[in-house]
């Protein structure tokens, strides 16, 4: 039985890495990430074929920018190996590896940006992990009705952009 599609918010800091990079590039392995819970996520449940809210983080606004498809699901994060990566851990063992990653490719860019303060204002959205108090994880899940809410405020479908 095939499993019905997930969804997921990844944050990152545009400095770091933009969803114009991302567009730029194409495609790219989503590494780094050195939090259990979401690394457990990576791991254990994005899979190929979800759907990603792409966040800038740590910029203003802070913001959903834009769209993007999971095209590998969670395999080890080889970063974690290399002496010269930023996500260096010399703890991490390639026999059993402790980080993992997955891989994206971008949709489409939203036609503007969606601040917090502006999910904030959407009812649906109030449970939406994102902006619960405290809430760090650089790998979120999003319900379907939340991902439907946030599409439907950027005015966009996901089938129309996925085409």
Known sequence: MKRPRHYWLFKSEPGSYSFDDLARDGRTHWDGVRNY????LLRDDVRA?????????NAKPMAIVGLARVVRGGYPDHTAFDPRARGYDPQSDPEQPTWFMVDIEPVG???EPLTRERLKSVAALREMMLLQRGSRLSVQPVTAEEWSAVLKLAGVRWRAVTA
């Open 49 to 57: 074929g979800d759907g990603v809210l792409f966040y800038h983080s």
């Open 37 to 40: 819970q979401a690394r457990n």
């Open 109 to 111: 860019a939203l036609p």
